[in-house]
């Protein structure tokens, strides 16, 4: 506390001017008070700086949360952590150690937040938590040649392993089953005592104990049972909503940008392989690698000998091989895809089915959730809160039944495209609609390419004679030779339809922004094995058979471009007006220019 001098004020006073200094300056003494006591006062706003977030967790729970051989931390839980601090603005404080000491932290204050917990009723009697972020299964692990564990029962006068405040000690202390438990601090230790021929069981959690296993060399314990997954995320301390709040909003942050799928898979995914020791890979170098080099380098000579002479003479017939090939390649994934997508059509309908009865349901039930929520406060259900759930709920419903939707409609279009059609070119061809089907089948590689992809569709387009399956077929071949051309996400491709009033004939164009063509590879485009992506697995075929089939529908392919500068290739069919393969149609088939 700060104190101020006392100053005599006297009313009335005739005291000389100058004598009257003290009163004078006595706001000027109180306001520099109060900005000293503001830069003073922890967390203030006016000059102090907010405190870091401590964040708890365990020093050995690969590949969760660990410490890597420099001793930082580092893990799923970190990354994850560490993402959310940085779109919520706020500074966090990492401290790994053993899980009984960060439960005990979160206790008695000096920490903020668990990264990393399972939820459970006991649990949330002391505990707040988070929408879950993960869910962790747990192990059973024994010795090679235990009998598998079928249900927990078996554990009656079993020696158990446990980590000691881990979510496995919690479980077998609020249920009989009659195991002794010995208390770890790691679930290192616990596998590692279970490898070396001590007690029965370890209780572990899945991707960790195998995570740990092989990085610990413990080829002699395996899983023999499992034990049902607990909802895994954050956890605080009862009543600590605040920041138990900030951190749900940056994790729903990350899962709707994609981020937090991103740190999943760098994490979570499968197990890398274990390297091969050195002696192996000259071992198996010797047996494999050298045999296949001579045998390389042998064809390689015999190949060049005879290459010219092979390539004269059979050039022409390599291409119609080659394109029965794909003719037989594209029947083949027509029966395949045919089976694929009605097992996959299947699930689709029971979800669009179901989910609108789930929901009915869910809504019909609202009202008596909230009277329980008005009357008795938050509850679990689920293992997630009802205050959290009753927000987004219907969202999820909504979600789940668009993404349903969406999966019936890229299956039926796939089956549309690879279906095997002996149908000659007198169909009509809606060439709008034909471009729509193809972006929806190549939709996944545009992304991936490029953030600028544009459509412009022609208005009232007539239709043409044709195949429309032949002709998707090329759209298809010159939107993924687009995206393969762009050297960057920033450069676009636009894709637009045409009528040329002057000739009638209908024109659809793919223009990137990519690398471009030399001058001199352009008249060799069309030729069959011409291909300036021989390296990334080109063979030169797909404009090759691309010009063919628009060659068949009495059209051609146009290209123009420029090294650095991208190109544009134009497919030219026949309309109303250039022959009589096309017909006209009111179909308007139009749309403004649309980004995907």
């Known amino acids: 506390m700060f104190s101020l001098p006392a100053v005599p004020v006297r009313f ?37 700086s907010e405190k870091p977030i401590v964040i708890g967790g365990d020093k050995n729970f690969p590949p969760y949360e660990f410490l890597d051989k420099n001793g930082r931390p580092t893990g799923f839980n970190v990354e994850l952590s560490r993402a959310i601090a940085e779109v919520m603005g706020m500074e966090v404080e990492f401290r790994l150690g053993n899980w009984a000491d960060a439960r005990k932290g979160l206790e008695d204050g000096s920490i903020d937040i668990l990264q990393g917990i399972t939820s459970s009723d006991a649990r949330s009697k002391t505990l707040d938590f988070s929408p879950p972020h993960n869910i962790v299964h747990t192990s059973i692990f024994a010795r090679r040649g235990t009998p598998p564990v079928s249900n927990l029962e078996a ?67 395996v899983p023999v049972g499992q034990v049902p997954g607990g909802y895994y995320g954050y956890a605080v301390k009862k009543g600590n909503l605040q920041v138990l709040s900030r951190f749900s909003e940056g994790l729903a942050i990350l899962k709707n940008t994609g981020r937090y799928q991103k740190i999943y898979d760098k994490w979570l995914g499968v197990l890398e392989p ?24 042998f064809t390689v000579v015999w190949s060049r000998t005879l ?74 259900i689920g293992g997630l809160r009802y205050s959290l759930l009753r927000e987004e709920t219907g969202r999820m419903f909504d979600e789940m039944q668009d993404g349903a939707r969406r999966i019936k409609r890229i299956v039926d279009d796939l089956k549309d495209f690879a279906r095997k059609d002996d149908s000659d070119l007198n169909e009509s061809v809606d060439l709008n609609a034909v471009l729509h089907a193809s972006v929806r089948l ?22 043409c004679r044709g195949n429309a399956q032949r002709i998707e077929q090329v759209v298809v071949n010159l939107i993924l030779n687009a995206c393969q051309a762009l050297p960057s996400h920033e450069k676009g491709i636009f894709v637009a339809t045409s009528l040329d009033e002057e000739s009638g004939e209908l024109r659809l164009s793919v223009r990137d922004e990519g690398v471009g063509i030399p001058k001199e590879h352009l008249s060799h485009l069309t030729d069959p094995f011409f291909t300036t992506k021989r390296d990334a697995g080109g063979t030169g075929l797909g404009l090759s058979v691309s010009a063919g089939i628009v060659k068949d529908h009495g059209g051609r392919l146009e290209f123009d471009s420029l090294p650095g500068s991208g190109t544009t290739v134009t497919m030219v069919l026949p309309g109303p007006g250039s022959s009589g393969n096309a017909i006209p149609t009111d179909y308007p088939g139009g749309s403004t220019p649309s980004p995907l």
């Open 442 to 463: 190549v939709e996944n590689s545009i992304k991936k390419a490029t953030q600028h992809f544009q459509i412009d569709c022609a208005k009232e387009l007539p239709n």
């Open 274 to 297: 274990q390297p091969l020791p050195f002696e192996k890979i000259v071992k198996y170098s010797a047996m494999v690698v050298v045999p296949l080099l001579l045998v390389l380098g």
């Open 12 to 48: 009335g006073s005739r005291r000389p001017h100058h004598n009257r200094l003290p009163f004078a300056i006595l706001p000027v003494f109180l306001l520099m008070v109060i900005v000293l006591m503001a830069h003073a006062w922890p967390g203030s706003a006016w000059g102090g």
């Open 307 to 380: 290459q010219k002479r092979v390539h004269e003479a059979t050039a022409e017939l390599q291409q119609r091989q080659q394109q029965l090939i794909q003719a037989d390649k594209m029947a083949s994934l027509g029966i395949l895809v045919s089976g694929v997508a009605h097992e996959i059509n299947n699930p689709t309908g029971l979800l669009l089915l179901n989910l609108p009865v789930l929901k009915k349901a869910y809504q019909a039930a609202e009202e008596n959730l909230e009277e329980r929520f008005q009357e008795s406060g938050d509850f679990m």
């Open 155 to 221: 554990l009656r006068g079993k020696e158990v392993i446990v980590q000691k405040g881990g979510s496995m000690h919690d479980f077998l202390l609020s249920h009989d089953y009659g195991a002794k438990l010995i208390l770890v601090d790691t679930h290192a230790a616990a596998l590692r005592l279970l490898a070396s021929g001590k007690h029965d069981y370890a209780m572990v959690g899945n991707l960790p104990g195998l995570y740990l296993g092989r990085e610990l060399g413990l080829s002699n314990i």
